[in-house]
């Protein structure tokens, strides 16, 4: 099996962090590629990076997806982006996002998540209602770092995260945590045996996840809201995006 | 006053029909000034389309903001794309689809949406659910028809929608009904006379609810969701987002 | 264009503040006319009050509605009381608090509203979840004045909305404030500019909302929730009203 | 034990109808007392109805509570009004309306409600959501029928309720049906055997309920939302309400 | 009238406790009877527990029914099981959470329960979001005590009662108090007095509505949610029940 | 990795049904054990059933558990049981059902379930809204046929089961189909072609899924939620299940 991994932030070194979780949980068999967002933000954290991020990830998946079983998108604050790839592409696309919050409501009752920064903050509560889980959220927690702090700081970084998540646990009864930022993974594994409960990486879920979708048989809906638009046609856009259009319809 | 009407769709005949129903409507002293996206889709249906849409409206408002007192974005299922405006630009952003239910709602119990074509239905349900009316729905009802008929035989669009507006009231309700698709502006006041609840055109309605913000000097925030953020930096986009990019840090 | 704004409370001087208000909002060409209730309480705070409400804002709209092309309600905390003018009436009507948090909402993913008194801290917060707007509410702030000691020390009462307002933007992430009490109108203009987000005076919302049903020319409707009920017979109540009914049947 | 039963309406033939019933359940030992509104609507079906039965039910209350342990009011459709009144009265108010949900919702996990009218159909759909039910209406089913044509034949009214109770049953999967309106009392007695689910008199419940709250001795609180308010001062009012309030103050 | 009261756990002593409460709520000519679950657990707390449960239930039903008019399960954190004994039993049957959370429904705004330990808080608030009431709890306050501590020290443990309701007056604006345990029973009309607010005793409560169902003759249901199922047959379990179900198909 | 599948139903049938298509869809590598339920009910379609497996799976699970990395559950309808095994297991425990709805939510707007008779059917219902998801079921499709005429004749089940999976996808637009009873496994697989939307076996999804658990080493939580209760002591159960607890003590 074949796994796009599509990161829609265009730092390659986050590709690389996260892409060596995705291959550290992939099944035996499972090759996973790699592709980075070719414009946009370095790192998506407001609104108006993941406006734009909506044509970077199509037009990254338009020049990679080929070959590939199903993709897996490196984000967790970018829903109506991944929908738009669900839509758009013939193999399955599933977001870390999702995929994270699927496994923790799975384990718990109520997850907490650590997100970085303020304006994240926001936009992981949106996430997490859309997905009908916001009576399930028992908190979001901020990092109160920067991604690039949480890089050059791991052993900071992994103190934080275990008190945050520590906190949850006992004030606020989360039963697991989610790492809420592609720049945490990895943490999961240094961390789990430092807190009680859980602690979920959305990397992982999704690879999983996609790996599921696969072995089930679960393809391209040719019906429904994601099945493939008929003829469309965008002008003036990213030409790799306009060449799988052409190719399309 | 100076309020920007830009249609995030890159199609200038629905551009016009649009402001023609902006100028219809705006207060004496008003002056309503038009922009068209530059790339994208002609008419934005599906979530692909609307994904670039994000680009190419922040591209479109960055053109051409400078000078007005507040922004209307024509367009109904593009939440996440006009989120992205109100936070980017320094003055207040309103989309039609909001302003059309925000109005709906005063008159109603309960309203119902017309829509065209089966893709753009979904997405806007779900911008009813995100504006919390989701209880408040009568129904969607789908015009059965694609922009370009429903401009072509005006006759046939407005018997049509007529219909299902008296079907709505009788069957499932509705108090009020609201137009769900900009290529249906100005309909609103031909049939008004045919349908026993208020009709609501989604543009007036917006270019209203820019007027009240800027005579009641509800400006843009410095703190919170839409605070524009500080040094947003973006390679390989457009031209001019990336020069109002710069400029804004 | 004509405007009838009824307080139903039974004080001229908080009449006079709400509509001092209004005025300063209104359009130019828009005409502004006052009515107070004729019994009932000073200043409602209770559902006892809003209670009898019922019946006084009834009796003031029978006897001053003749001639305006809309109505406002300075009332938050009734929304009872003003379905059911807007059901009896056969122009629009528009209450402050519910014109209020549209505005909020337009402007906003999270909004603080500020209340006086705890009694109509509870009523305020139904009215948010009758508006469907539960999950956006930051939080409700109570001034800890009375609508006397509000009006007696500006100074204070404008120093304590501050305090409180920056409050709501810091520790629970409000992006806009609403005033929620017409003893408070006229503040929101006052403090602007010491709140990081923005203020929003229920009185001047509604004028706006008011202007622009008029001038989309949204009437009344003839069936549906809103629909004048036919034939009303109520015997005892008030001689305005009853004459009301009795023209009207 | 003594329990008032008031009606809103102000017609004296529906009072007769409902205490029959209320005394028909009622304990050995309990005295049902009636008294009808002075002023206001012979059957409340509308909104501006139920806004003048505040002031009339709070009158009427005023008028003759004296000497009862708890209140039981006639009435389905108008909750902000039975608020008024669990906060003005001193001792506990239980509306049929709220009463018929509570037993429903313990006897079923979806009921029906038959209703008369248009305008009701409405009023009673948010009653049920107020209550947090409406996840378990199956749904509103209306006789068609006047409360006059309802008591002038009988016959014909049973079987147009068991012919949509049992569609209830069978088609929306309701497990329990509830009469909806006060001029249908006596009827769930008379065709509980021709329909397969129970069928709840909200008078029966609401007797019930008064009496367990008798019993159990849960008084009027003197904190929170339904605390006696302090020295309500009303102007212009009906006169029993008026000494009332001067006596409370 | 006689009424079966089953306790769910196996503790002789907490059904004395409760089955003492609803003794003296019961109205005159009321027949309690006591009935204890043959096995599982003497206080039932966690969720294996609750499984348990179900079994030991419909067993100790089976037995123990004949001859009662309706059925008061002594529970307030196994809904599931609950549901399964008004299905399978001929007459109705009442638990104690759901008749509690009834009657603080029609009591106040909001409601604030004790609770006994962490595993049962989180069921508590499920059963809380079942009746979909999640909207009017106040905070669920935990009595920091095991049963056998709440029952050793008596002024102890009311005193720690009286002190969390009053935190929940104040600080959560609670207007009612329920007992979350069967170990609290008599416990409030112990603290009434001490307490501005009703508190509610769900042993009390469940006895007042069993009693309202059979005096309003709302029987068994035929069809629906709750209709006995057909021929049920099920192998290895408990005698009395496996000869209740071979007496029932 | 070793699986335990545990079928809560008596029926070895069954369980031989759903383990066949549990290790077709396991990886290379993992094991498959199957148990089934010792007593109770062979097909378990009602409450009353429901509620007997929680002391049936309970002790399956304590008899067999040991020596697996994690335990699927083949059940849709008794979450309240999967969850105490979530509770007092050592290991992972995923239910097919929750399994199957989770997959459904990353593929679909909208999903439809096929359920097996009336019972059964409100139960899928409460579980699609515990997990948060009511807002996105598309509808649920009644197979008509009994769990035996599905499996005597499997082609009129499948043609049965691709019309209604067809009518959900065009008539309530549902984008994917979930299997909603045991003996429907294997049919996915059969029609996948036949429908337009992918078609989910829960018992591929939750053997999926408890793999993915394993591989990313998301193990037993020491606190929370599912947290192993401490010294649970119950008498006269299933001596399995009592000699599991003696030796978790």
């Given at each position: 099996m074949r796994i796009l991994f599509?990161?829609?932030?265009?730092?390659e070194a986050m590709t690389a962090l996260m892409v060596?979780?995705?291959?550290?949980?992939?099944?035996?068999?499972?090759?996973?590629?790699?592709?980075?967002?070719?414009f946009g933000s370095a790192y998506i954290a407001t609104r108006a990076e993941a406006a734009v991020a909506?044509?970077?990830?199509?037009?990254?998946?338009?020049r990679h997806y080929d070959g590939h079983d199903a993709i897996v998108?490196?984000?967790?604050?970018?829903?109506?982006?991944?929908?738009?790839?669900?839509e758009?592409?013939?193999v399955p696309v599933i977001a870390t996002g999702e995929a994270g919050?699927?496994?923790?409501?799975?384990?718990?009752r109520r997850f907490a998540i650590l997100t970085i920064g303020a304006p994240a903050r926001k936009m992981?509560?949106?996430?997490v209602e859309a997905a009908g889980l916001a009576g399930r959220l028992a908190g979001l927690y901020d990092m109160g770092l920067t991604g690039t702090a949480l890089t050059e700081d791991q052993t900071a970084a992994d103190d934080k995260a275990v008190a945050l998540a520590?906190?949850?646990?006992?004030?606020?009864l989360a039963d697991a945590i989610v790492l809420g930022a592609g720049s945490m993974e990895g943490m999961a594994r240094r961390i789990a045996h430092r807190v009680p409960v859980p602690v979920v990486s959305p990397v992982g879920a999704a690879v999983c996840q996609a790996e599921a979708l696969v072995r089930m048989g679960l393809g391209k809906a040719s019906a429904g809201a994601y099945a493939a638009p008929q003829d469309l046609a965008m002008t003036g856009i990213d030409a790799d995006l306009a060449a799988f259009l052409a190719r399309s319809s």
């Open positions: 599509a990161n829609p932030n265009t730092s060596a979780e995705a291959r550290r949980v992939a099944a035996a068999g499972t090759v996973v590629d790699a592709a980075t967002a070719g909506g044509h970077a990830l199509l037009a990254t998946l338009a998108v490196g984000a967790f604050i970018i829903p109506a982006v991944v929908q738009a790839a669900k758009l592409m013939p919050l699927a496994i923790a409501s799975l384990l718990s992981t509560e949106e996430v520590c906190e949850a646990v006992e004030r606020d």
